[in-house]
């Protein structure tokens, strides 16, 4: 990850995840806390991660060679499980804090070690 990178996806965050107008007493701005708070509802998704899984699967398929396909139904619990908890835990500010951090070490990383490229992310 190069700090181009890290400066697009904070200016996505900023982009979708603010309003744009409130700032805080720091200067900070605001982030949109009726929107973390919807992500909690992520872990429903989690429940039903078998009907979750087909779905992805199914439409991978449509636009992934078989390699692909059967790596993602290998380890598409974990990847799953991973993205649902960074999404799940971000009304708290520790984990806002934290987003890079955890998406590197859940998401990016164990996409590295399979050696996963980045047009198949």
Same mark, same amino acid.
């Given at each position: ?48 991660? =078998? /009907?979750? @899984?087909? %779905? $992805?699967?199914?439409?991978?398929? +449509? ?30 500010? =520790? /984990?806002? @804090?934290? %987003? $890079?951090?955890?998406?590197?070490? +859940? ?15």
């Amino acid at each position: 990850i190069t700090f181009k990178d890290i400066i697009t996806v904070t200016q996505a965050i900023m982009q979708n995840w603010t309003s744009g107008m409130d700032i805080d007493e720091s200067g900070d701005p605001v982030l949109d806390r009726d929107y973390f708070g919807g992500l909690r509802e992520l872990k429903m998704v989690q429940d039903r991660e =078998k /009907e979750h @899984r087909n %779905i $992805f699967i199914k439409h991978l398929a +449509k636009s992934a060679d078989k390699r692909l396909v059967s790596d993602m139904e290998t380890h598409f619990k974990p990847f799953n499980r991973n993205v649902i908890s960074i999404g799940s835990t971000l009304y708290h500010n =520790k /984990e806002i @804090r934290d %987003i $890079f951090l955890n998406v590197w070490e +859940k998401i990016v990383e164990p996409l590295k070690q399979l050696r996963f490229s980045l047009p198949e992310v």
